[in-house]
């Protein structure tokens, strides 16, 4: 028996060294089985399996072996309880996360809360420093830095990243204390992967933080070059295109996206995370330019992926993000509804998150559908202030999201329930200075001139929507503007832009294109001053 252990441990290194992940995974469990190791021999061969998981993309079961291998306190053992932490907080696993992270960051001697209540102002703290830095590379004048140095650095990262995209300010302190802490150290890859991630986290959180962003990838692009490694390759462009996301850019975030998904996949090991961030956000570019037969074809494979891979950020992201919208495509809002229900059954941890406030304008948009004007408006009113407690306003473009889809359920509520104005509402949206937002600006002041009898005037200012629509490659709200459009006039003017609207209603499979249009703007007859 131990013979046939030994074998199946040795079968699994090749079957690793032939990224032949799951089949390693396999066999090392088989190993682990059949022999008796001395603890430090079974702590050993586990991290392996556990490595052979996260590089299969079963990160929820990478972590749980991660976290039964950690149990001494050597070097090993804290990145073993770091690795573990993020592999939970990555797949979802909110709480089993948290609590991985806050023995490592005990063990570590790393003085900073998981409690998103502090992390703004430290995060501030944190920030100063950076900057009193200038965030240049710097080559450390003393010694190699120790292997305590690196693993504070590395859980930092590993928090940041873990729940950088579930609670947006403790992953962000997170990974700007892991930049400072890289900038200290002069390690190369470490420096250059944080300050990517940081570049991305500024390009999406100001107009001034694009710029800022923009001078972080210059810096990066050289060093990643002289480096020569496949992850900061990958992650310098994944990032670039998720600032260009934050850019409305979307055709070159797709490219990005592309690009290091290519590089993720074909040459680097565990990164079950940063793959299921760049899905996530390309799922999200492809909303946004009208492409619902291409999220039809890739959505299904990767909620199906998500599931056999117990990931649960990347499944609740598709149920509740993306798969409504297909659903409504279909005009089947009873349909979209239940997948909202299954994705907040799916996303069980405690507070208010980044997957409810991306789901909030997906659920406005199903009752806007539907003609039910009041209960989109209700939804906004109770989670707005979760969205401001847990700070998630302070993110530019995630703000500008929820501006436009509170201006067009404003306009859609009935008399009497004061979401606000929404001509001021359009009006603060404009002042987000997003150029991929003016059309949404234009359709909604549009609407109000609509409502006062100011026909010739809305009709213009409809139709210049849809030119900006047009020049930020917004196709389905460009088709829903000509539908509304040509709802407006009538008669044989309105036949050319109908016939265009139909156009892309069509080739997207939108089977009810008036219910559709009058979600994306709500009709005027429905304001009541």
Not at 338 to 366: D, E, F
Not at 393 to 398: G, S
Not at 508 to 522: S, V, Y
Request: net charge positive.
């Amino acid at each position: 028996t131990v013979k046939a252990g030994r074998y199946f441990e040795t079968a699994a290194r090749k079957a690793a060294r032939a990224l032949a992940f799951d089949k390693a995974a396999g066999l090392f469990t088989r190993a682990l089985t059949l022999v008796d190791y001395e603890p430090a021999q079974r702590r050993g061969v586990a991290r392996e399996l556990a490595e052979s998981l996260a590089n299969a993309g079963r990160a929820f079961e990478a972590a749980e072996v991660w976290e039964n291998a950690s149990d001494e306190p050597t070097h090993e053992g804290m990145v073993s309880l770091s690795r573990a932490g993020y592999h939970y907080a990555a797949s979802g696993h909110i709480e089993q996360g948290k609590r991985a992270f806050s023995t490592a960051l005990e063990r570590l001697g790393v003085r900073l809360p998981l409690n998103s209540a502090f992390a703004l102002p430290l995060l501030l703290a944190v920030r100063m420093r950076l900057t009193g830095r200038r965030l240049e590379m710097r080559a450390r004048k003393s010694a190699t830095p120790s292997p305590l140095e690196l693993a504070r650095v590395d859980a930092c990262w590993f928090i940041g990243t873990g729940f950088g995209l579930v609670e947006l300010m403790t992953g962000a302190l997170f990974t700007s204390y892991a930049l400072h802490l890289a900038l200290k150290t002069g390690d190369t890859f470490r420096i250059v992967r944080g300050l990517a991630w940081e570049a991305a986290i500024q390009a999406s959180q100001s107009r001034g933080g694009k710029a800022t962003a923009a001078r972080i990838f210059a810096t990066c692009r050289p060093h990643v070059q002289e480096l020569g490694d496949s992850y900061a390759a990958a992650m310098l462009a994944l990032t670039e295109g998720q600032a260009c996301f934050s850019h409305g850019r979307w055709d070159h975030a797709l490219a990005k996206f592309d690009h290091a998904l290519e590089l993720f996949v074909g040459q680097c090991t565990g990164v079950s995370f940063e793959v299921a961030t760049l899905q996530g956000f390309k799922l999200q570019t492809l909303v946004y330019q009208g492409e619902y037969n291409a999220l039809r074809e890739c959505s299904g494979e990767l909620l199906e992926e998500a599931r056999s891979n117990h990931d649960r950020y990347l499944e609740t992201f598709i149920l509740g993000s993306i798969e409504p919208l297909v659903f409504l495509a279909g005009d089947r809002p009873d349909l979209a509804r239940k997948s909202i229900t299954r994705a907040m059954a799916r996303w069980q941890a405690p507070g208010y998150h980044l997957q409810h406030a991306l789901m909030a304008p997906v659920k406005v948009s199903i009752e806007l559908y539907c003609g039910e004007g009041a209960a989109g408006a209700g939804i906004l009113r109770r989670e707005w202030p979760l969205m401001k407690r847990s700070h998630l306003l302070l993110n530019q473009n995630l703000r500008a999201k929820l501006l436009e889809v509170r201006a067009r359920a404003a306009l859609a509520q009935p008399k009497g329930q004061p979401l606000g104005d929404p001509g001021k509402i359009a009006a603060k949206l404009a002042r987000e200075k997003e150029p991929y937002m003016a059309g949404s600006v234009l359709a909604v002041r549009a609407s109000l001139l609509r409502s006062r009898g100011e026909h010739l005037k809305a009709d213009q200012l409809l139709s210049e929507a849809i030119g900006a629509f047009g020049e930020w490659g917004m196709r389905d709200h460009a088709a829903s503007a000509r539908w509304t459009l040509a709802a407006w006039r009538g008669g044989k003017p309105a036949d050319a832009l109908r016939q265009a609207a139909s156009g892309w209603f069509t080739t997207q499979k939108i089977d009810n294109p008036e219910r559709w249009a009058r979600m994306r703007l709500p009709e005027p007859e429905t304001l009541k001053r």
